[in-house]
């Protein structure tokens, strides 16, 4: 088959259609607008497609067709190149100019050819004919390597899961109660080391394993602090188990294409600390253990990725902090009622809580990405310990 696919500056919502028909389509046409962002985006789509199917070891040849989306005559000539010759060609125009996509479908139709319809909140697509329509369900949802390859991004680094799973004791046994966590934490910090041994003797052993302590069970340094953070990254990856995401990531580092970033306002190179992609649908998680002194700043953070991204982007802020209550009379958390507002207008989703739930975190992204669990016994379970957890712990 021979796919024509209309190029523009929102990527997101005809690479699904790209990557659906990779193994079908022979020959691949790329109409773009003679504009310099459009010729560059064009470019950079047929790089990539190339990459694509070198990856997956197929030669596909790809045309470019260059055309002003303002000129009738450029138009007549698209007609005349297509006319009077059946054949078995595909239109891809997803969010497309809408002048262009419906001079070019009746062009299509006229000849035979279908045109394809991408519902990007659905993840499927109505395939057009002379004699009417059928809806078709996606069969080839994206992994975030070809995503990031379709997109033009590069991932630069990103975390081994078997290495987690490798820790998974470890980090469960730290990050499993945290209160206790930011106890701990605050031994080393002080250098508490007796202290430490005596009240929580069962740490000791996941703290040397996770090299965040030495065999005095010392820290090792300002090294071993900033790794709470990241293995925190790394329990919460964990309790993603049991939902059917299609990819996921974890401290991934991405660098974006410049152009690109210019136009959306978001730095070339971030990193992601936990990235996920289900059924075409980018989501991504940003793990905070209190120590954001900019939640505005992260929020804002993510609603431009989410911009980057599409609007079906979903993005979840968790933040765990200590109780400081106790000490402090006038002791607030990071998100508090206005940020939280805020976060609420931008569509980021936050759960913001002293304590960690797993079946309240699981409900939250159950909610922010759409998703289910696919166990109907844990999840019948887990509904229940949302009801008895909620007014426990008081996540946001």
Partial sequence: MELLTIVHGRKIEYIPII???????????LFYDHAKEECAIALELKTSIQRLNFKYGRSVEIKMIEIDEDSKRDMQQIAKVFA???RDIYLNGAGADTALFTVLSSIILLNQGRVIAYDKEDNSYNLITQNGFTNQTIKNSMN??????????????????????????????????MKRMFNVRHFLQKRKTKELQKRYPNVIEALKSLDIVDESCLIRGQEGFVKFGYLFEQFVYLQLEGFDFDDIKVGAKIQFDKTQVKRRDIEVTNEFDILTIYQNHIGFIECKLGDSHDPLGTIYKSDSIMDYFGENTSSLILNIERNKSPHLKRSRKNF????????????VSIYNAFDFSKPIFRAKISQAFNIELQDSARKENFNQQIEQLQSRFGGV
């Avoid at 990557?19 to 046409?29: A, D, V």
């Fill in 19 to 29: 990557y659906e028909f990779i193994e079908e389509t022979t020959r691949h046409i």
């Fill in 84 to 86: 009077g010759e059946s």
């Fill in 144 to 177: 975030l390597d070809d995503f990031l390859l379709l997109m033009g991004e590069k991932l630069l680094d990103e975390s081994s899961k078997d290495e987690i799973l490798e820790k998974k004791e470890a980090l469960n046994i730290l990050f499993g109660d």
């Fill in 336 to 347: 508090g009622d206005a940020i939280i507002y805020r976060a609420k207008t931008k569509k």
